[in-house]
Structure formats: structure tokens, C-alpha cells
């Protein structure tokens, strides 16, 4: 018996997991818990089989649970395997091509800090929070997060000054007050880089100064104009057979269904934050460019405030419908997916989670094809 046929009679062991048919079962997903074992574990037919060896994925129905099977997909269902077992579903990233995510673009060649202060371990809590566990260094990597203002500054020996005209009649008031931003920013804030490295979207964690201030954008070089978008550091493969890109609007939404829905890198996903609602089809535009992914599948994690209480009705999808007209024919579907789960305050009072952002807040899926 091969190994991931060893794993797949593991699987079967787990309650209310069935036969689907040949190097495929069905199991109850880890995420959604839906008791009728639509997530389904099988030979990943998506992704090149390198030298016969069989890679394992898993794709839930009826949430978006997806990814190829590995460590974290076991430690989710509670079960060990053996050492060997699992590097068995190991395979090489030099068999996979990548893409720069930029190469339509102009970008700065930045270093994120890969160390981390004591004084901005709360900024670090504050981000485990949000991610529904605890953030390392590789996530500040990955995840292109800058923990300190200052830090990445003196690391890549910027000038915080160099968008300043020396010669303008309030050089000074406006130095003071960029020095000004830039403590408030070291002390108090967490951001996150964009694709071109040019862009800094940072949040607000405790600044009474600038308490007004939820998020801000702070511009490392005003001379490169690129439009604003976030993108994990994520290799994509540029050969995936079903390419699936997924986006949302805010930086912690794409992470938080990047975290939540997407356990192991199997580089067949693009990862896109686009800033705004009404940037949706110039960021597709620009994800198009760098990948070629025509006939890919769209995951579009929405914020559930902005739609329509009945998301199902007409009016409900209007919007996106029409945003998505002429783009419809290029995909083999278009998902629009809200976080419709309540909860309740600390003074009782129910809310709807809204959205992906903050995964200390229950999740309800409802996915809608457009």
C-alpha cells in the first residue's frame, strides 16, 4: 500500500468519513463542521505529480476550506502521522514556476525587519488576535508586515524626508510634522507593505494623537505612482491547471481567508487586497497581466456592511453583477462570499462579523455564484 493511500485509510477512521470513489474520500471539514462530509481528500490532479509521487489535497464543498495535505491539515483534524508519511507529501518548489507579482511594475527593493522589539510585543498580541493565533517572524515575512515605522527605515537606510522640497517655504513645518507621523507610527501603529513595496497601510492600535485615525497610508516615494494593492509573499504557479484567485478589500480580510480557508501553499492561489470597492476591476486587470489566469476561478470575500440585507436578491447582486459583466465569459465562476455570523458585545448587544478581518470573531459562510 502506498503512503498516500496509508493516509487516506488514516482519514477513514475519522467519524462520519466516507468513500468517494477511487484515491478520494470524504471527510467532516475541521472549519465548517458540516456533518454530511463534504470535504473531500483526495489525489490533487491540480498541481504536477513529480515522479509518480502522489500529492493529497482536500476541498471542502461546502465551505472554501482547500489546500494540500501536510502537517497543519493533520494538526487541525487532531491526528498524528509518522515522519516519513508526511515527507512523502512533500514536493519541491524548483518544480513549480513562480511569478513575481510585480513584474508590470515598478517596485522598491525593501527588507522587512525580521526581529522584534519587546516594547511591540502588543502590536504582535494584536495581530495574533486578528489572526486567531499566534503571529511569528516568517508570517511578518510572508504576510509583509511592518512591525516598526523606524525599524524599516534604518534597515533599508530611507530618508523619510526625500519627498520634501527643501526649497518649499514650509520645508520646516512640514519636516516637524512627517517627524511627528513617524513616531506616532513606530509607537502605536502595525502596517503592512503593498505590492510594490512603495506603500505602507497602517493601523492604529493605540494612538491618542491621531485617535481620529483608524487606518493610514504613508507613501515612501511619491515619485512612483502605482495604484494601491496588498499581496502576500506568496509564490503562484503560473502552470496551475485551475487557478483560483481570491480577493477582498482590506489587508486583514484577505489574510483572514488566507488563514482561515487555506492551511498549505499549494500556489495555484493569488492573494489580492485592492485598497477600495471601486478598484475590483483595475486590480483584476492588473492580476491578469502578471498571471495570464483566464478561465481561473474568483473568490471574492465582500464585506457584508456594504451589500444589501437580502445578499441573495437581485438588488443584493446587482452591484457586483454589473461590475462583473464583461468579465464573466474570461472565468469559470465567480463566488461572491459574505461572513454573515453574529455575535454579541461585551454589553450584549448583537452584531454581524461583517467580514474576514478579525478571525477572534465567529465565521458563517454563505457563498453566492454570480
Known amino acids: 500500500m502506498e503512503k498516500y493511500e496509508l493516509i487516506l485509510k488514516r482519514l477513514l477512521e475519522l467519524p462520519g468519513s466516507l468513500p468517494a470513489g477511487q484515491d478520494q474520500i470524504r471527510i467532516v ?69 513562480t511569478v513575481n507579482p510585480v513584474t508590470k511594475m515598478e517596485k522598491l527593493d525593501i527588507k522587512i525587519p525580521d526581529f522584534i522589539r519587546p516594547e511591540d510585543k502588543f502590536k504582535i498580541d494584536y495581530l495574533s488576535k486578528r489572526f486567531g493565533r499566534k503571529v511569528t517572524i516568517q508570517d511578518i515575512k510572508k504576510y509583509k508586515i511592518v512591525v516598526n515605522f523606524r525599524d524599516l527605515y534604518q534597515v533599508n537606510n530611507l530618508n523619510l524626508f526625500s519627498n520634501l522640497d527643501p526649497n518649499d517655504k514650509e520645508y520646516e ?23 510594490d513595496n512603495n506603500k505602507i497601510n497602517l493601523r492604529n492600535i493605540d494612538s491618542e494623537k491621531l485617535k481620529t485615525k483608524r487606518y493610514m497610508v ?52 493569488v492573494f489580492v487586497a485592492i485598497g477600495t470597492r471601486a478598484a475590483y476591476k483595475r486590480v483584476l486587470n492588473q492580476i491578469l497581466k502578471m498571471t495570464g489566469f483566464l478561465n481561473a476561478k474568483i473568490n471574492i470575500f465582500a464585506d457584508y ?59 458563517t459562510v454563505k457563498s453566492i455564484v454570480i
Open 29 to 97: 471539514c475541521p472549519v465548517c463542521k458540516n456533518v454530511k462530509a463534504k470535504c473531500y481528500v483526495g489525489v490533487n490532479k491540480r498541481i504536477f505529480q513529480e515522479q509518480g509521487k502522489k500529492i493529497l489535497g482536500y476541498d471542502c464543498k461546502h465551505c472554501l476550506f482547500q489546500g494540500n495535505v501536510g502537517p497543519k491539515f493533520f494538526k487541525t483534524l487532531g491526528i498524528e502521522m509518522d515522519k516519513d508519511i508526511l515527507d512523502s507529501m512533500k514536493f519541491h518548489r524548483e518544480n513549480i514556476k
Open 173 to 195: 513645518k512640514k519636516k516637524n510634522y512627517l517627524k511627528f507621523l513617524g513616531n506616532e507610527f513606530s509607537n502605536h501603529f502595525v502596517g503592512m507593505l503593498s505590492v
Open 218 to 269: 504613508h507613501v515612501i516615494n511619491k515619485n512612483i505612482g502605482n495604484p494601491y494593492m496588498y499581496m502576500p509573499d506568496i509564490p503562484v504557479d503560473l502552470l496551475a491547471s485551475e487557478p483560483v484567485i481570491n480577493m477582498a478589500e482590506g489587508n486583514y480580510d484577505i489574510i483572514g481567508a488566507k488563514e482561515l480557508f487555506f492551511l498549505n501553499e499549494s500556489y495555484d492561489n
Open 305 to 363: 456592511d456594504n451589500d444589501a440585507t437580502d445578499i441573495e436578491s437581485e438588488e443584493g447582486l446587482k452591484w457586483y453583477k454589473e461590475l462583473f459583466k464583461d468579465y464573466r465569459c474570461l472565468f469559470s465562476e465567480i463566488n461572491i462570499i459574505y461572513n454573515v455570523a453574529k455575535y454579541k458585545d461585551e454589553k450584549g448587544v448583537e452584531h454581524f462579523s461583517k467580514d474576514f478581518g478579525d478571525l477572534s470573531k465567529p465565521v
